[in-house]
Structure formats: C-alpha cells, structure tokens
T-cell receptor, first 112, second 112 residues
Framework: QQQVKQSPQSLIVQKGGISIINCAYE??????FPWYQQFPGKGPALLIA?????SEKKEGRFTISFNKSAKQFSLHIMDSQPGDSATYFC???????????FGTGTSLTVIP | DADVTQTPRNRITKTGKRIMLECSQT?????MYWYRQDPGLGLRLIYY???????NKGEISDGYSVSRQAQAKFSLSLESAIPNQTALYFC???????????FGPGTRLTVL
C-alpha cells in the first residue's frame, strides 16, 4: 500500500509558469514532509521540507503548502525555469526518522 | 570528492548470480539506507542501519541482504539475482536525530 500518494505523474509547464505537485498521506504519525529533486543520472537531493506545525514554507521560488486536516501537501514552483526540469519526489517520515516513505515521483518539464 | 559513493555505477549480470553493491560515505553519519527506484514506483526502502550493530528491514527486503562493515560502509547483496531486481539502487545517509537524507549517485543494475 502506497503510504504517500503523489500526482501528477508528469507535468509540462511553460517557462515563467507555476508548477504544482500534490501529495497525500494517511498516517497521522508522520511529522516531517520533504521534497526531493532528482536530475537524470543523479541521486535525489533535498529541495525543501516542512513540519506540520506550519501551513506554508517558502524558499526562493519553491513553496510547500501543508493542510494537516486534509493530510495533503503540495510543492509550488513559481516562475518555473527550464533548469527546474527534473523529477520531484515528496516523502514523509515520523519523528524518529526511521523510515521515509516516498511518493511515486513527478517528471517536470519546463519548456522555453 | 563525493560524500556518498556507490560502486559499481552500472552492472549487468545473469539470473542466479550473486551481486554485491557497495556504499561508502565520508559525511560521518551514523545512519545508512538502501533504496531501489523503479519507474512509476518511486523510491522504496530495502534496508536501513542506525549503527554498525543495528540492521532493519524496510518495505521490500525479500531477496536482499545487507552488511554494515563499518560506520562508513554499507553493502547490499542479492544472493541469487532475478530479472525483477533490475532497477536503480541508491544508498543514502543521515545524521542521527536529523531528517535530511543524502543520496549517492546510484547503481544501475540489470539482471538478464
């Protein structure tokens, strides 16, 4: 059973547009929600993360929106650039950080 | 130099062969993880280790074994490889008490 459900599977956005990727979870014990970015031939790298005590976190053009009651969180990429073209994974873990559960990934393509 | 290294980077083998994938890290982290990545399935945890004497099964440990030879080394073995173990394998590390995971560059394994 997929612990973290991610959509869409792929996304094409025009340069300058907003990219939005959504994730949902069921386990209320999760308390850490990161987003990882992966370029072809590379391992995933942490992009931004949030804990459930806040509803939004912003770092530059990247924002996580978190809805605790709905058990959903999303990544927003403002002013999307071709260099943002990559695969994005959401994930969730409990406070001990024992196990991370990753979403299935979203392949983002930003066209010039 | 890379903080998390994996060898080999690519491997083609035949059904029934024993395969070992190796991971080394210079980050000084005590926690290490093995994941496999499959298209459409995201990253799934195979095994994780919080220190040299601590080994834990992840979501999909069947058909795999691991060895934590030292704090800096964590190996993944496929005792008798089968074609559905064809995947991209990633090693990751994290600091005890921290949540961010640092991934290696991956090993692409093909089982014929």
């Amino acid at each position: 059973q997929q612990q973290v459900k991610q959509s869409p599977q792929s996304l094409i956005v025009q340069k300058g547009g907003i990219s939005i990727i959504n994730c949902a979870y069921e386990n209320t014990a999760f308390d850490y929600f990161p987003w990882y970015q992966q370029f072809p031939g590379k391992g995933p790298a942490l992009l931004i993360a949030i804990r459930p005590d806040v509803s939004e976190k912003k770092e530059g053009r990247f924002t996580i929106s978190f809805n605790k009651s709905a058990k959903q969180f999303s990544l927003h990429i403002m002013d999307s650039q071709p260099g943002d073209s990559a695969t994005y994974f959401c994930a969730a873990s409990g406070w001990t950080g024992n196990q991370f559960y990753f979403g299935t990934g979203t392949s983002l393509t930003v066209i010039p | 130099d890379a903080d998390v290294t994996q060898t080999p980077r690519n491997r083609i083998t035949k059904t029934g062969k024993r395969i070992m994938l190796e991971c080394s890290q210079t980050k000084g982290h005590d926690r290490m993880y093995w994941y496999r990545q499959d298209p459409g399935l995201g990253l799934r945890l195979i095994y994780y280790s919080f220190d040299v004497k601590d080994i834990n099964k992840g979501e999909i440990s069947d058909g795999y074994s691991v060895s934590r030879q030292a704090q800096a080394k964590f190996s993944l073995s496929l005792e008798s490889a089968i074609p559905n173990q064809t995947a991209l394998y990633f090693c990751a590390t994290s600091r005890g008490g921290g949540n961010e995971q640092f991934f290696g560059p991956g090993t692409r394994l093909t089982v014929l």
